[in-house]
């Protein structure tokens, strides 16, 4: 596609359901970042997919949030057992290199609200 | 740990005039990057600039343009000839093994 898509653009949910957020990123961008930002602050660092894999999990805030990349394009963020303070808009970008060399490229987020 | 600091949580400026936008940083790397992104309303992150830390000419991207002072771990922005498009939340970045580190933002708001 033309740019990073990102779906849905809005979710709300109630709290403890599970969700799913997908990121489409640019054709053939190998770099593929999730951010998470809550109102009011910048974007926090959740997870770097270098192709299919997860180079870099370690923003990850714990053990109910899941990322996957299974064909090294379209990845989708899994969240379980869902609580209110997971309530943000979470950001896709992707990029044609890795670190700052390239440019990153945003998806318009999707925001998450938890009830 | 990689920390970015954005003191100014709001700007103004009239339209036309120049702006400048502080960011300080503090990283323990001796090669790195710094951005200046801008999030109008859409909510989609869109590059302004970037500065590569290894490089002394400040980068420049017509109206924009930034003073990068190594030493002292600042990185602000300068916006000349302010144009009601500027208008949207300003963030500063230090890249840093992959990640993105983030400033809290600034908004900055354009007068007529």
């Known amino acids: 596609g033309a740019g990073v898509s990102q779906t849905p653009s809005n979710k709300v949910t109630e709290k403890g359901k599970y969700v799913e957020l997908r990121c489409d990123p640019i054709?053939?961008?190998?770099?593929l970042y999730w951010y998470r930002q809550s109102l009011g602050q910048g974007p926090e660092f959740l997870i770097y997919?270098?192709?299919?894999?997860?180079?870099?999990d370690s923003g990850l805030p714990n053990d109910r949030f899941f990322a996957v990349r299974p064909e090294g394009s379209v990845s989708t963020l899994k969240i379980q057992r869902t609580e209110r303070g997971d309530s943000a808009v979470y950001l896709c970008?992707?990029?044609?290199?890795?670190?700052?060399?390239?440019?990153?490229?945003f998806g318009e987020g999707s925001r998450l609200t938890v009830l | 740990a990689q920390t970015v600091t954005q003191s100014q949580p709001e700007m103004s400026v009239q339209e036309a005039e120049t702006v400048t936008l502080s960011c300080t940083y503090d990283t323990s790397e001796s090669d790195y990057y710094l951005f200046w992104y801008k999030q109008p309303p859409s909510r989609q992150m869109i590059l302004v600039i970037r500065?590569?830390?290894?490089k002394q000419q400040n980068a420049t991207e017509n109206r924009f343009s930034v003073n990068f002072q190594k030493a002292a771990k600042s990185f602000s922005l300068k916006i000349s000839d302010s144009q009601l498009g500027d208008a949207a939340m300003y963030f500063c970045a230090v890249d840093s093994n992959y990640q993105l580190i983030w400033g809290a933002g600034t908004k900055l708001i354009i007068k007529p």
């Open positions: 054709s053939g961008h190998t770099a």
């Open positions: 500065q590569e830390a290894y």
């Open positions: 970008a992707s990029s044609r290199t890795p670190r700052g060399t390239g440019e990153l490229f």
């Open positions: 997919f270098q192709g299919t894999g997860a180079a870099d």
